[in-house]
C-alpha cells in the first residue's frame, strides 16, 4: 500500500512537472478589438484562450481608448476564470493613417510569466519602413530571457508592401542574434512567399506550413476557409517546439456559424503554439 502511494506520488510529481515547464503561447488577430465588442463576446473569447500562458493579440483598435479598454475586459473576465494574469497595450502605431494605426496587447499568467520592463515599446528604428512597427518586448520564463514581437502587416496591395516589411523586420532581428525569439502575428503573406527566406536561411524555423487561418465572407458546402497568412516565427536555444495547431472555432464546418463567428469572434483563428523547456 505504502509503496503504490509513493508510485502514485512519483507519477503526480513528474507529470505537475512536465506541465510547469510546458508553456501555450496563443496569437491571435482579433478583428477590430475594441469598444463594439459586448460582454458576452468578450466571455466567448476569454474560454476560448484561458487555457494559454501568454495571448498575444493583433488588430486593438488605436482610434480610441475603446481598444486599450476592451483588453482590460478580456483580462478581467480571464481572473474570473480560475487564473492570475497581467497584460500590457502599445501605443498607436506610427502608421500613415489614422485609419490604419492600431495597438497590440500581449497577455500572460503571472504564475509562469514574467515581462522583464514596463517600459516596452514599438520599433522606432521600424517605423519608417513598416505600417505598424512590431511590439517588442523581453518576457522571463522559469529564469530564461525570451523576446517577443508581436505584428500585423500591411494590408495586400499590387506592389506587395508587405514583403518589404517582412524583409526589414527579417534584417533587424538577425542583427540582434537574440537566444531566444517569437516573432508572432499576422504576416498578410504565406511563409512560402520570398520574404521569407532571409529569416529561414538564418535557421529560424515556423509554425504554420500551409494552414488556413482566415474565413471567407461566405461559406458553402463547408468551405469557410481562405489563406494561411497568420504565423509564429521562432529560434528558440533554451526552450523547444512540442506542438502547433489552429484553433477552429467554426464547430464540425457550419456554414451557418460562419458570419455571426467572424463577427462575434475574428475572420481569423487563432494558432496555438506549445514549448517546453530544453
Given at each position: ?84 494574469w497581467d497584460y500590457i497595450v502599445s ?10 494605426s492600431e495597438r497590440y496587447a500581449l497577455?500572460?499568467?503571472t504564475k509562469k510569466i514574467k515581462l ?163
Amino acid at each position: 500500500m505504502f509503496i503504490n502511494l509513493l508510485k502514485i506520488g512519483f507519477i503526480f510529481a513528474l507529470s505537475f512537472g512536465k506541465v510547469q515547464n510546458e508553456f501555450i503561447l496563443i496569437s491571435w488577430n482579433i478583428k477590430d478589438f475594441g469598444k463594439s465588442r459586448d460582454n458576452d463576446e468578450i466571455f466567448r473569447i476569454a474560454k476560448l484562450v484561458k487555457h494559454a500562458d501568454i495571448v498575444a493579440i493583433q488588430e486593438v483598435v488605436a482610434k480610441d481608448s475603446g481598444g486599450a479598454q476592451a483588453v482590460a475586459r478580456l483580462v478581467d473576465q480571464l481572473n474570473r476564470m480560475g487564473a492570475k494574469w497581467d497584460y500590457i497595450v502599445s501605443n498607436p502605431t506610427k502608421s500613415t493613417s489614422s485609419f490604419k494605426s492600431e495597438r497590440y496587447a500581449l497577455i500572460w499568467k503571472t504564475k509562469k510569466i514574467k515581462l522583464c520592463q514596463r517600459n516596452v515599446s514599438l520599433i522606432k528604428e521600424l517605423e519608417t519602413i513598416v505600417e505598424r512597427e512590431p511590439h517588442y518586448l523581453q518576457l522571463e520564463v522559469k529564469k530564461r530571457k525570451l523576446m517577443f514581437l508581436n505584428y500585423h502587416a500591411t494590408t495586400h496591395t499590387k506592389n506587395y508592401p508587405e514583403r518589404a516589411e517582412i524583409k526589414a523586420i527579417s534584417k533587424w532581428i538577425i542583427s540582434k542574434d537574440f537566444e531566444n525569439l517569437i516573432w508572432a502575428g499576422d504576416m498578410n503573406l504565406n511563409i512560402k512567399d520570398k520574404a521569407f527566406y532571409d529569416i529561414k536561411n538564418k535557421g529560424y524555423n515556423y509554425c504554420i506550413k500551409g494552414q488556413k487561418t482566415t474565413l471567407k465572407r461566405n461559406c458553402e458546402n463547408g468551405n469557410y476557409l481562405s489563406r494561411g497568412e497568420d504565423n509564429i516565427i521562432f529560434k528558440l536555444k533554451n526552450f523547444k517546439m512540442k506542438s502547433v495547431k489552429v484553433i477552429d472555432f467554426i464547430k464540425d464546418g457550419k456554414c451557418e456559424d460562419v458570419i455571426w463567428k467572424r463577427n462575434s469572434y475574428s475572420d481569423h483563428l487563432p494558432i496555438e503554439f506549445r514549448f517546453t523547456l530544453k
